[in-house]
C-alpha cells in the first residue's frame, strides 16, 4: 500500500506526490492525464416523460421476497434537473456533474498558467443507458450486491467539452485508432516486428 502523504521519486528519480483534490495541486504549467477516470465518477441518468425531465433514483423493492434493489423516476424534477440541456432531442441522458466541474477547474488552469489535458476514456453521446457494472471480468447488473463490482458509464465528450473554459482550446472527441496512428504506432509495430526477426 502507498502512503499518500509520503513523497517518493520514481525509478527514473523524478519526485511523485499524491494529491486528493486538484485544490492542493501547485499552479503552474501541468500535464493532466485521465485515463480510465471519468467513466468511474458519479452519473445521473434523466428520462424524459409527458410531464419533463425526470431523474432515475435507486430504491428498495418492497415487493421483492429478499432484499433489493431497483431503478425509478422521480415523481417531480429534482434539483439536477437543472443539469439537462433545455434544447437536447434526447428521450434519456446520463451526465456527471463532477466530471464536469474537474473539466471546467482543469481546463481555467490550462487557461491562467499553461499546460495540457488528455483524457483517455470510453465515450460517446449521454443518450443511451450505458451505466453498468463488472464483477470478476463479467457484467453483472449495477444494482445486485452493491459494493461488490466496479461501476462504469461512458462519458459524454461533449458535455466535458461544454464545461470547459472558452478560452482554452478543445480538440477530439476520436477514436483511440485515431490517436495511436496519429502517435506512430504503425512505425513502432514496424519496428517491434523488425527487432523480433
Same mark, same amino acid.
Given at each position: 500500500?502507498?502512503?499518500?502523504?509520503?513523497?517518493?521519486?520514481? $525509478?527514473?528519480?523524478? =519526485?511523485?506526490?499524491?494529491?486528493?483534490?486538484?485544490?492542493?495541486? =501547485?499552479?503552474?504549467?501541468?500535464?493532466?492525464?485521465?485515463?480510465?477516470?471519468?467513466?468511474?465518477?458519479?452519473?445521473? $441518468?434523466?428520462?424524459?416523460? #409527458?410531464?419533463?425531465?425526470?431523474?432515475?433514483?435507486?430504491?428498495?423493492?418492497?415487493?421483492?421476497?429478499? *432484499? #433489493?434493489?431497483?431503478?425509478?423516476?422521480? %415523481?417531480?424534477?429534482?434539483?439536477?434537473?437543472?443539469? &439537462?440541456?433545455?434544447?437536447?432531442?434526447?428521450?434519456?441522458?446520463?451526465?456527471? =456533474?463532477?466530471?464536469?466541474?474537474?473539466? #471546467?477547474?482543469?481546463?481555467?488552469? &490550462?487557461?491562467?498558467?499553461?499546460?495540457?489535458?488528455?483524457?483517455?476514456?470510453?465515450?460517446?453521446?449521454?443518450?443511451?443507458?450505458?451505466? %453498468?457494472?463488472?464483477?470478476?471480468? $463479467?457484467?453483472?447488473?449495477?444494482?445486485?450486491?452493491?459494493?461488490?463490482?466496479?461501476?462504469?458509464?461512458?462519458?459524454?465528450?461533449?458535455?466535458?467539452?461544454?464545461?470547459?473554459?472558452?478560452?482554452?482550446?478543445?480538440?477530439? *472527441?476520436?477514436?483511440?485508432?485515431?490517436?495511436?496512428?496519429?502517435?506512430?504506432?504503425?512505425? %513502432?509495430?514496424?519496428?517491434?516486428?523488425?527487432?523480433? $526477426?
Amino acid at each position: 500500500k502507498i502512503d499518500r502523504t509520503e513523497k517518493f521519486l520514481s $525509478k527514473y528519480g523524478c =519526485p511523485v506526490v499524491w494529491h486528493d483534490s486538484l485544490r492542493s495541486v =501547485p499552479r503552474s504549467f501541468s500535464l493532466f492525464l485521465a485515463h480510465e477516470f471519468f467513466d468511474a465518477l458519479p452519473i445521473h $441518468k434523466f428520462v424524459k416523460t #409527458k410531464e419533463g425531465w425526470r431523474e432515475v433514483l435507486i430504491d428498495i423493492d418492497q415487493e421483492s421476497q429478499e *432484499p #433489493k434493489l431497483r431503478y425509478i423516476v422521480s %415523481r417531480n424534477e429534482t434539483p439536477s434537473c437543472v443539469l &439537462i440541456d433545455p434544447f437536447t432531442t434526447s428521450q434519456q441522458i446520463e451526465l456527471s =456533474p463532477q466530471a464536469g466541474l474537474i473539466c #471546467k477547474q482543469i481546463s481555467e488552469r &490550462i487557461v491562467e498558467f499553461g499546460g495540457i489535458f488528455l483524457i483517455a476514456d470510453y465515450g460517446g453521446s449521454s443518450d443511451q443507458d450505458t451505466f %453498468r457494472a463488472f464483477r470478476k471480468h $463479467k457484467q453483472v447488473n449495477p444494482l445486485d450486491l452493491p459494493g461488490t463490482a466496479d461501476l462504469t458509464a461512458d462519458v459524454d465528450f461533449k458535455y466535458l467539452a461544454s464545461q470547459a473554459s472558452d478560452d482554452c482550446a478543445w480538440y477530439g *472527441p476520436i477514436t483511440q485508432s485515431q490517436f495511436l496512428h496519429s502517435t506512430g504506432i504503425t512505425t %513502432r509495430c514496424e519496428q517491434l516486428i523488425k527487432g523480433g $526477426k
